[in-house]
Structure formats: C-alpha cells, structure tokens
C-alpha cells in the first residue's frame, strides 16, 4: 500500500500551526512594496518560482537566467495587474516562445515574441482596435512566464497576474483558455529578427488549439526551429474576476504569478531546503515530499516532435520512475509497483543542497551552455503538488491521460501500466489501494 511508503507533509515545522495562504491573500497577490512595479530581481523571483511549479517542464532554469540577463537592465521597470483591477475595455492576448532550447542557448529566440507581440498590436490596429493592453503568461515556466515581463521592459505593457494553466502544460489544448473555448484566432507565428531587421511572419485562423500548435511546431522547423507565438485576443472584461459571481474566475488562475513571485524569493534568498519546504507549506495547494535520492539515470525518446523521457531517482532502496513529456506526468514507484503521482497533479524537482529548482530539460544537459547542469548522482527532493480544482476538468483530465498513454508506450519494456483514471495525489498518498 502506497500509505507505507515514507511520504510525509512537506511541512518541517510540525510543532507550530501554519496559516495557510488562500489564494486571493495579500501575500499572494501582491510582490511587496513597490506594488504594480516590478524590477530585475523580480523577475529572477518569478523564474525561479515558476521552474519550480512548472512540474518539470516550461524550459530550462537556465536557460531563463539567460534571458534575464540578456534582455532586461537593473534599470528597467515592469508592470503587472491583479486580476481584480482590470480595465474592461484594454485589450488582452497571451505571447510565448516555442522551439529548440539548443538554439536559445546559442543566443537564438530573443526576438520571436516581441515580434510576435508587435504584429498582434498591428492586427489589431488594423482591425480599428485599440493596441495591447494586457498580456499574460502562458503557462507557469521559467521561459513562458517571463516573456510577457520581457515585453514590458521593452514596451510598457502590463503583465496580468495569472495563467491559464497553474503550471507547464505538454500542449496548447491543455489550457484553461481552451476548456472554456475562448476564441483563439487570429494566431500570429513569428521568426526572429535577422541581421537585416526583418522577420517571417504568418497570421492564420486556425480550427482549433491542436491546429495552432501543429502550425506553430511546422513554423518553427521552417525558421531555425524556433517560433514567436501571439493568439487569444480578448478584453479586460473577459477576465476581470471582481465580482465573485462571474464566469471569469474559471477561465485562468488567478494571482499564480505573485505565488511564483514568494517561493522565488525564497528559493533564491535563503537556499535552504529545509526552510524552503516549511514556507512551501504555508500555501494552499497541498504539498508532499514524494521522494528524495540521487538521480541516477535519463533516458530520453522522441514522440510526436516531443521530448518523452525518464528520470529514474533511487535512495538505495528504493527506486522512482518520473515520465515526462517535455512536462513530468506520472510518477512511478519501481519497487512496490504503484503510481505515487500523475497529471495534472505536478511533480516538482530542487536540488536538496540548496533549494534550487529545475526541470527535466536541466538534468544532465549540456553544461557548457547550461550553467544550471544538474549533472547525474546529484541529490534531490521530488516534491508533489496538488492541483487547482479547475485543472480536474473531465476533458483537461482526459488529455492528461492521453499524454501519460503515449508516453508510457514510448517504455513498454518497464511495463507500467496505464492508469484507467485520474487519482487525485491525495487519494494515492494517503489510502489508495489498487
């Protein structure tokens, strides 16, 4: 039974009560002082708080630092809103990047979503519309979740405090903006800028979510395998949550930015593991240590034009499977033969000598252009979060138990079998029995 398993509460104060941090706290929303303004260093917080909840996907840690230091100055101020204070009229739209890591690393894909974000004001524009207001992250990553504030060093703009997705997600269906059928066109894809200053370009309208991203993934083969992503064009009133009774509070999750924001701070100032899992404790989203040992292995097969692969974390006598499809999906217990987490619960990496986190794309990568290398035989925690209730959606739910299928048949030697439905963690950590 997975309950004999030594799982405890991430929590390593067990002799004080901790207040829970519910979602639309202070604490949660809001960075501190300085509030609606964000520097440098913010935005290192919200990286690294965001590689940690990314569930072992949304690009790499450093990969992201990167970007930090190369795209904004200590000078640069950047803006962002709650999603409470909305203004109804601003026009809003999500801008990311996709394509090879390898050739951001070579210094490749600091231009795609600016101009990205560049050609949806033109669309716009052009449609008699005002230009962008708002954008929001796509996903919580360390790439994905730092692009918008990218932009508004550049530009101006304000960054919405929230995501549509809670964490890193394998695909652009996967997204809250999708469940609740938001309209996605126009999709604008974009290339970097060339020595001459100019860019590719194309703005198609697109069936659905599965066909931007088939778009986006031939766009980026076709332009150094790298792609500047512009689509959900909408309003502040599509998303404004100040009435509680409104559809938008489904729509995204809200205030997850500011979440990334204090575990960042955290992370970066104190590099204490121990200490960090305590403040981990305080949120609301339930966490667990699921694991901890010495990542002994990574093998990685391609599907689908996706990485799909296998960390395999052992302490001596116990061994853990983690699969993953550019995002960890399912963790697997090797030696009592049972599921410990699966999607769209996330499962969590840190580096326990110092509390940093990092994503599948990190360990045993090329530490000649990473600088964040997490090289074989280093010893980590595997930590489970619990996820948003919105993310329990039957059809989101079902595309995690599609991609956890294909992952799992690209290892049909290990014999893991499929799970038939979604256990929520809790459920598996504490009673399940099959």
Request: aromatic share 10%.
């Amino acid at each position: 039974m997975l309950n004999n398993i030594s799982i405890r509460k991430s929590s390593f104060n067990q002799d004080k009560p901790v207040k829970k941090i519910a979602e639309n706290d202070y604490n949660v929303r809001d960075f501190g002082q300085g509030n609606y303004q964000l520097t440098k260093t913010d935005i290192s917080y919200i990286a690294y708080g965001a590689c940690f909840l990314a569930s072992g996907g949304g690009g790499s840690i450093g990969l992201a630092d990167l970007f930090i230091d190369e795209m904004i100055n200590d000078a640069d101020v950047m803006h962002y809103a709650n999603p409470d204070d909305l203004d109804a009229d601003k026009n809003i739209a999500f801008i990311a990047v996709l394509g090879s890591p390898d050739k951001m690393f070579e210094g490749f894909g600091q231009t795609v979503s600016l101009n990205a974000f560049l050609e949806m004001n033109n669309h716009l524009l052009q449609s008699d519309q005002e230009p962008l207001g708002y954008l929001i992250p796509v996903e919580m990553g360390a790439i994905n979740t730092i692009i918008p504030f990218i932009i508004s060093a550049r530009q101006g703009i304000t960054v919405i405090n929230g995501d549509p997705c809670g964490r890193a997600m394998p695909e652009l269906s996967m997204t809250l903006f999708n469940i609740n059928k938001l309209p996605i066109n126009p999709v604008i894809l974009t290339s970097d800028t060339n020595d001459s200053g100019h860019y590719q370009k194309i703005i198609v309208h697109v069936e659905n979510a599965d066909d931007a991203e088939n778009q986006a993934r031939q766009f980026a083969r076709l332009n150094n395998n790298l792609a500047g992503l512009a689509c959900y064009p909408m309003q502040g009133a599509d998303l404004n949550c100040s009435i509680l009774s409104n559809k938008n509070w489904a729509k995204f999750n809200q205030w997850t930015v500011g979440l990334a924001w204090n575990l960042g701070r955290n992370m970066i100032e104190s590099r204490n593991y121990k200490e960090f899992l305590g403040f981990l404790d305080g949120f609301s989203l339930p966490s667990y240590i699921l694991f901890e040992g010495i990542i002994t292995d990574k093998e990685e097969r391609k599907i689908s034009g996706f990485d799909a692969g296998k960390i395999t974390v052992t302490n001596g006598s116990e061994t853990f499977f983690i699969y993953y499809k550019n995002e960890s999906l399912l963790a697997w217990d090797l030696t009592r033969k049972r599921y410990v987490a699966m999607g769209p619960d996330s499962i969590n990496f840190l580096a326990k000598k110092d509390a940093q986190p990092f994503t599948n794309a990190d360990i045993n990568s090329n530490p000649e252009k990473n600088p964040k290398n997490i090289a074989l035989g280093t010893e980590i925690g595997v930590i489970g979060l619990g996820a948003y209730g919105k993310l329990k959606d039957v059809v989101l739910v079902n595309l995690f138990l599609s991609n956890i299928q294909e992952t799992l048949a690209a290892f049909p030697e290990d014999q893991v079998r499929v799970p038939d439905s979604y256990i929520p963690l809790t459920d598996l950590l504490f009673g399940y029995n099959g």
